[in-house]
């Protein structure tokens, strides 16, 4: 069975980078594409990119001028960085399997890591 | 990107029929999936494809995709079917979801 779960610092200050690490259990990370999705509080949900261990990566537009994905298969982990982050980077952040297949789908999720940026 | 319009909330007395919608312009061209976020948890694909069940889903949910309507059923509702439910496609290189449905099952 295949888990994700996220991890990380809860807290960060406005103009740091938020760093978050999803570890991978039950499969190797080599055999899919893995994507991070945010959701404020009370919000709604944002796509942020997605990763592959070969060093393929996307961004949404916005976020791409602040916003680092990669793969560690060592570890079976990804990692996500987003810096200079403002209060409204507050959110809880999933870590997913992402189906980059053409149909484009998120299949598995982490549990959510809530990160709130605040001085 | 084109946005997704959900509506806000949808009721459905126990045991009847929930239908949530999905629009956009020609949204038929597209694959649509669903997501289920119950309070506190993360999300679940429940759809994909426009109408295929992941293994564990109940086949109490289906879907479809037709004109600029894409449409999520939940058949005979059941208390534990009481969630958000967003859509999400892929546009323009990249994905969109919808901003939610609340279902509340009475």
């Not at chain 1, 403002?86 to 598995?108: I, K, P, Q």
Request: proline share 4%; aromatic share 12%; with cysteine.
């Amino acid at each position: 069975q295949v888990q994700l779960q996220e991890s990380g610092p809860g807290l960060v200050k406005p103009s740091e980078t938020l760093s978050l690490t999803c570890t991978v259990s039950g499969d190797s990370i080599s055999n899919y594409f893995w994507s991070w999705i945010r959701q404020p509080p009370g919000g709604v949900l944002e796509w942020i990119g997605y990763v592959h261990y070969r060093g393929i990566t996307d961004y949404k537009s916005s976020l791409k001028s602040r916003v680092l994905m990669s793969v560690d298969t060592s570890k079976n982990q990804l990692s996500l960085k987003v810096n200079s982050v403002t209060e409204a980077d507050t959110a809880v952040y999933y870590c997913a399997r992402f189906e980059y297949n053409g149909y484009n789908y998120f299949d598995l999720w982490g549990q959510g890591a809530l990160v709130t940026v605040s001085s | 990107s084109y946005e997704l319009t959900q509506p806000l909330s949808v009721s459905v007395a126990l045991g009847q029929t929930a239908k949530i919608t999905c629009g956009r312009s020609n949204i038929e061209n597209i694959n649509v999936h669903w997501y289920q976020q119950k309070p506190g948890q993360a999300p679940v694909l429940v759809i994909y494809r426009d109408t295929f069940r992941p293994s564990g889903i109940p086949e109490r949910f289906s879907g479809s995709n037709s004109g600029n309507t894409a449409t999520l059923t939940i058949s005979r509702a059941q208390a534990g079917d009481e969630a958000d439910y967003y859509c999400q496609v892929w546009d323009s290189n990249t994905e969109v979801f919808g901003a939610g449905t609340k279902v509340t099952v009475l």
